[in-house]
């Protein structure tokens, strides 16, 4: 299948965005979840570093461009449904705002009913 056909093919939501898991290309470990616009997907494919759409800036946001946390593009695939990216990254320094490694930080015992705060800001 044509990489820009598939392209095509993906359900962008209403507002022209489809949800982005990233995951670290080595450990496995989920870094972070972002959403992209056609746009900002085909910038990510053109020059393999991380590209999102920021709702809250109304702009392109090209991970790393302030912080120097770059996301470099290993890998990219479509979930069945077309409306869901999986990018596998590797990361230079922290993916989350916070410092930490990863933006699921926040971690849920569920047998205990509360919420631990895992991982030292990087």
Known sequence: MELPKVV???????????????????????????WMNKESLLKTLETKRMTY??????????K?????HVQKLIDMSFDCDGDTILCQVEQQG?????????CFYLNVDV???????????A
């Open 8 to 34: 095509e093919q993906l359900a962008f939501n209403g507002q022209g965005l489809i949800p982005v898991i990233v995951q670290d290309d080595k450990t496995k470990a989920i870094l972070m979840f972002a």
């Open 53 to 62: 759409w920021s709702r809250s800036r109304q702009k392109l946001w090209i």
């Open 94 to 102: 922290a993916a989350c705002h916070t410092g930490r490694p990863s």
């Open 64 to 68: 790393g461009e302030t912080s120097g």
């Open 111 to 121: 047998d205990n009913q509360q919420v631990i705060v895992k991982g030292d800001h």
